[in-house]
């Protein structure tokens, strides 16, 4: 036991001059990944070093990869490796950091300068999270539109109080308005070809959203009511990301044991294969890589 004039030894880490990481090569509609390895970045003053454990797959990462955003190519902006959702371990910080240690774990939020690779670099900024189930935790009553068993298996597992299945259902709007008693208060949308069906979630609601999020640059639209949006006080909202006191709550949530998944977990060497899964629409949960995995 340690007294209180005694700090434990900061604990010290190789840090390699190569790692492994997954590079985007073909980068567009047919990219694929390769293991190769690379430089491992310096660290600046105001900089932490992490060495990676994991790292989740995100849709995100596949519309960089196929450059099917309106925003610069991956390789303009210097970089060769797509991710984020990235934990680990903290093995060196830069002379002006002053709230992060060596040996804290450590993770990346959504929108950084983040790679799929062994050791990375992110400026000092702020904690980071990786979004769960939240809306349980909320205590929300989600309701979950999709396809298939497997889908349908894990959502009312995850704490969806229904599920519809958009293909089995005669009329899956007028289900979906019926088990929420006149229309969903809020309707997140993650398939962008649905955006005219999802529309239709909210009904009658007073004040209903449609919440989007990005998808491929030019292909879909919202054509909207807007006799009905203005009567029912109704509005589509984009989002990206949450703010840092979400953030700050979906960390105590998870701290309390609110949120909870059981990803598909792979090792490097199916890197490739993994991406390649969720660009096809064949992942019904998460894909975690599991960098001390083969």
């Known amino acids: 036991m340690l007294s209180k004039e005694t700090e434990a030894p900061t604990p010290s880490f190789d840090i390699p001059k190569k790692c492994e990481a997954g590079v985007v090569v073909n980068e567009g509609p047919d990219f694929h990944f390769e ?26 990462d596949v519309h960089f990869m196929s450059n099917d955003w309106n925003v610069p190519k991956m390789a303009e902006m210097g970089v060769q490796c797509a991710g984020h959702e990235d934990t680990g371990i903290i093995v060196k910080v830069g002379s002006n950091v002053k709230n992060l240690k060596i040996g804290q774990r450590a993770g990346f939020k959504p929108i950084e300068n983040t790679c799929l690779v062994d050791f990375t670099v992110t400026v000092q900024k702020y904690p980071s999270k990786r979004c769960g189930i939240l809306a349980v935790a909320m205590g929300l009553r989600p309701v979950v539109v999709d396809t298939g068993d497997e889908k349908r298996k894990l959502a ?55 919440i989007i999020g990005l998808p491929a640059a030019g292909k879909f639209h919202i054509d909207v009511d807007p006799t009905h949006m203005v009567f029912r006080g109704q509005s589509v909202k984009g989002t990206l990301v949450g703010s840092m006191a979400e953030i700050d709550e979906t960390l105590d949530f998870a701290r309390r044991g609110k949120l909870w998944l059981t990803p598909m977990v792979m090792g490097l060497s199916k890197f490739n294969e993994s991406v390649q899964k969720l660009k096809r629409g064949e992942v019904a949960g998460r894909i975690v890589v599991d960098f001390n995995m083969e």
């Open 35 to 60: 293991i190769r390895d690379v430089d491992v970045p310096e660290v600046g003053q105001n900089e932490c070093f992490i060495k990676l454990n994991a790292t989740g797959l995100c849709l995100s």
């Open 156 to 210: 009312l597992e995850m704490g969806a109080e229904h599920f519809v299945g958009f293909k089995e259902s005669k009329d899956p709007v007028a289900e979906v308005i019926t088990l929420t008693e006149g229309g969903g208060h809020a309707v997140f949308c993650t398939a962008a070809p649905s955006y005219p069906t999802a529309q239709k979630y909210p009904g009658l609601r007073a004040g209903g959203q449609l």
